[in-house]
């Protein structure tokens, strides 16, 4: 419970998955070491049979030395989602059993699945977050410019938002790192510093600011 996995299928399949379904508590020790910046991805899944709210999960307190962000590959391409941001179809509503990637930032990071975080029916809910004075649930406006490549059979696409508690470092609360740069034919990503973001959130400029698009 609470581990993903990859499947792959020359030929199109049905799974059976048998027994009870799961709706208690599941903890999910991570695994970290070595470069803070690169190491720390670990692929695990949604343990429930429902979609699970990732937004809920963080107000619920499931993380424990672990970024905001979640990676997972959809048609091809890594998808990644951050506070109420995404790229290339990220989501906050993790689909039932659906495995994703998140980022250890110590060796005591934990995942918490808490079933107060399951979804039935995303489409009447939205993001929202916690307010720093509180518990006090408040609705977020994001200020973000996209930038996004097309090609006939593939794309990408580059989020720069900003946010007045952002910094121009990375952002465990804002920013996703850009996760590969072989997935798919098109990738793009910009860079601040040594680190290279596939959302990247910064402080409001005083007049302009300008980055480099990889």
């Known amino acids: 419970l609470g581990v993903g996995y990859n499947y792959y299928s020359t030929s199109s399949n049905v799974l ?19 470069d803070s910046e690169f190491q720390g991805y670990n692929l695990i899944g949604n343990p429930y049979v429902s979609c699970l709210n990732w937004e809920t999960l963080i107000n619920l307190g499931g993380l424990t ?8 590959t959809t ?12 790229v290339n179809g990220g ?5 039932p059993m659906q495995g994703f990637f998140v980022k250890a930032t110590a060796v005591n990071g934990q995942v918490y699945f808490d079933p107060a975080a399951r979804a039935h029916d995303p489409d009447q809910t939205r993001y929202k977050k916690k307010s720093t004075e509180g518990n006090q649930v408040i609705s977020d406006t994001i200020s973000l410019v996209r ?13 720069v938002r900003f946010n007045k508690k952002a910094t121009t470092g990375f952002d465990k609360i804002y920013d996703a790192h850009l996760f590969s740069r072989t997935m798919g034919d ?3 990503w910009t860079t601040t510093g040594s680190i290279d ?18």
């Not at 059976?16 to 070595?34: A, K, M, Q, R, Y």
């Not at 030395?65 to 997972?72: G, R, W």
């Open 147 to 159: 930038l996004s490549l097309t090609a006939p059979n593939d794309k990408s696409d580059l989020i």
């Open 16 to 34: 059976t998955f048998e027994g009870v379904p799961n709706i208690g508590d599941v903890e999910c020790n991570l695994s970290w070491s070595g």
């Open 197 to 214: 973001y596939a959302i990247n959130a910064l402080p409001y400029p005083d007049q302009t600011v300008e980055l480099p698009v990889n």
């Open 186 to 188: 098109l990738n793009v």
């Open 91 to 95: 989501t906050e509503f993790i689909p």
């Open 65 to 72: 030395s672990v970024d905001n962000a979640i990676y997972f």
């Open 75 to 86: 048609n091809g391409a890594m998808a990644a989602y951050v506070a109420g941001a995404s």
